[in-house]
């Protein structure tokens, strides 16, 4: 089953993995049909559009191959990738080790209050990772909140956080709730019978858990550090205010010492890393790819309690909660509190809160569209070419914001050029750049319809679109949602495409951030973080709710 | 049913979406001038005011930083839709005038200003000044300044010194020392700096606030910085020192070009005589604290005056190889 389109998969996951039968189901099939000619044209539109920034990379260095390999191959660049990619390892596994418990006691415990920590615990998505970072230097430093608060205990000084310290911190707090919502939803949907059987065997809780529970969550795993990975690799803002020496900020020193040949050939070099992580993950996932084989309405998992495990239970909810969002919220409220005393600028606000909304709201329609042609594609079509079709998507997601801004400047310039700096140019970076976000809970949606429900109204002598409309779409609207929802919360902090892409005066909140910061203001910053907050926040509760209930 | 109203919305956006796309097509084509700006919005838009009260026409301002905005500008090519670039630093104008992206000025414009303020082939201009000074915090006596900002590698200053090796700034104050003293003194100052654990920063501002905060003693940034916190804030805990030997204040400027691809040229250039006429000069020295570069305007009174600044005698113009310092500092640790 979760084969073709493997399911990078954010909520709801993919089918079920619960009879535990291996394989491929249906779609292989399905395979030897091929897709009708307007629908792959559709698709190979789409990934072409999200090859953009890649495709401006082979330009640019194409235009001087030589001094392209000068810049890569030195050992310099390849410190940087080891750099880079330690830290991507260590966020990855850092977020998986807070998902992993938070998902099993928010899903199968009976955890109090299980809800309401599962949706504090996935709000730290929204939080730019620039906004953290400035808020836990604010905190950390080694002059900072803390140590003003620790001072009449004599603390004078507290350890420098910059460097690797800082930004695996900083990183994994913004990134582990990508783990944590495809997990919460492949737990929902094992089926308990499995482990029941284990049990019986006599097996310990642990040793299920290790050996019956974990590798059927290790696709969700997989797919959410992927992404944790992806995010890491391409972050910019964080390691730049941590002062982290990572990759992505090497490409932006060559971009802004006009040396963009070498500049692009580094960001290929991103690319390959990325496909490389590709197939890591396929190790990983390997054949795993395991679903539901018996018939009939599936069971939930009756809650484990926890006796008096509850207490540290509760704490480690807590702790997170506290770390990842009372400490930054409360530092914003802070500044904020700082700021009002000189006066809010309400129309302003108003309006950059309604840009923010409208630039995101219609880049996750666009991109949602699009992952729904892809995933019909690579779930009902599997193949290498809708395969190829898939993976492209990732690029422009696992590149730096700014690659894929020059990207489109290039582009737009040349071939678009009356849409050039136009809402709608916006709206089609951000959906490009987001495009793997929804790819995942769309194609894990698509692969939750059985196949034969829409062979049989094929047969009934609808066509292909009447059937799409009447039983596809209705069947994978709480995926299309969920993957809208998730491109919403990344498209409303992005920064370096809405600099140079909006029309002129189409100022965001995240815009407004920068131009606070930029002159080191963080009051002034903080009322726009916090609006952005709040903004993103009914998306968040339609993720986790659409996302755990499932359809 | 939701799916019907998700459709509905998303019919809305799209239309909402294309008419916008519409809209703003139409303005790109309009008579107003557009700038891409590397400078401040609240500290440029006085000066702006100033042009379009006096000429009556609208500027259109897309602000970001201005590395990033001349690289931008390198990729628009032709095609670009600014008539005018206003950079924080003489080497992203240079950037985009070696790209063949700016227009040559008018001569008695470019006689305003300078010959050291401006480029060699008069296709940008200097509007400000501003000087690299030592920034230092209260633990720091008057009488351990150093004169000289090669003294920062000294021993004696090990981890207590920032500096945004990431910036321009200070990469055209690598570029100048090179020029200057020589290759070797520059490798050789900037191995020091690194040996002797100067703290990084990825730009000027966190500099200046480690330092009020009291975790550094000192850092090599922008004199404007440090004004800038002294008017919000009288009491701010850091003081601008002007190093008088070997580089000592080196002075850069901010500036302007008008694009080779601007069909709006008269009005661009307009523009740019606004910029170094008296009002907007005199502006630009009493708020934001940089010193004018037209002849009769005097800069706010408590800087240094410009001519009294020790500073090399540099054309800002012969700053432009950026790819030699990058290497240098890459060879050195220092990036």
Redesign the interface.
Known sequence: MATAADPLALPPSPAAPAGLVEGRSSGRLLGARRPPAALLALGLVVALAAALPALYLVVVVAGDARAAADAVLTS?SLGLVLRSAGLAVAVTASAIAIAVPLAWLTVRSDLPGRRAWATLATLPLVMPSYIAAYVFVAVL????LLQEALAPLGVQ?LPQIYGFLGAWLVLTLCTYPLVLLPLRAALRRLDPSVEEAARVMGRSPLEVFRTVVLPQLMPAIGAGGVLVALYVLSDFGAV??L?FDSFT?EI??A??????TEAAALGMVLVLVMLLLFALYAKVRGARALHRSSPGTQRPAPPVRLGRWRWPALGLCAGVVAVTLVVPIGVLLYWASKDVSTGVDVATITAEAGNSL?AA??AA?AAA?AALVVGVLSVRFPGYATRAIERVGYAGYALPG?VV??AL??FG??VA?????????L?FALSIHYLPLAVGPVGAALMQVPPRLEEAARGLGRSPLQVFRTIT??LV?SGV?AGAALVFLHALKEL?AT??LA???FETLA?DIF?QT????FEAAAIPALILLLIAAPPLYLLNEKGVKGT | M??RR?RC??IA??A???G??GL??C??GSDEL?MYSGR???LIDPAIEIYEKDSGEKL??????S??L???L????K???ADLFYAQDAGSLD?IE??GNLAPLPADLLDEVPARFRSKTGRWIGVTARSRIIAYGPKVKTSELPDSPLELAEPKWRGRVGWAP?N?SL?GYVTALRLVEGEAVARKWLTEMVANKTE????N??I???IA???LDLGLINHY?VA??QA?DPGYPVKVHFPTKDLGSLVNVSGVGVLASSKHKKEAIAFVRTMLGKPAQTYFADSSKEYPLLAGVAPSKELTPLDEIPSPEIDLADLGD??GT?KLM?DTGA?
């Open positions: 310099r430093r080694p002059k900072g000084e730049a205010i002062r900020r932006y020193i971009f802004q010492s006009a040396q963009r409208l709201a219609a329609v569209a700014i801004a020059l400047v290039f310039t040349r050029l009356p849409l050039y700096q136009t809402l709608a140019m709206v779409r209705p609207t949602l370096p600099l140079l029309p002129i005066g815009t131009h930029t002159t080191g203001f | 939701t799916s998700a919305t998303a956006i799209l909402a979406l294309l916008g796309a703003a097509s303005g790109g557009t401040v919005p609240a259109k301002v897309r602000t970001g930083d590395p990033t001349a690289a931008t390198v990729e628009e090519g095609n670009s839709r950037a070696k790209a990431t321009a990469q990084p920063f990825d730009s501002v966190p200046r606030d480690a905060k009291g975790e910085y800038e916190a919000k950026l790819e990058l890459r990036l």
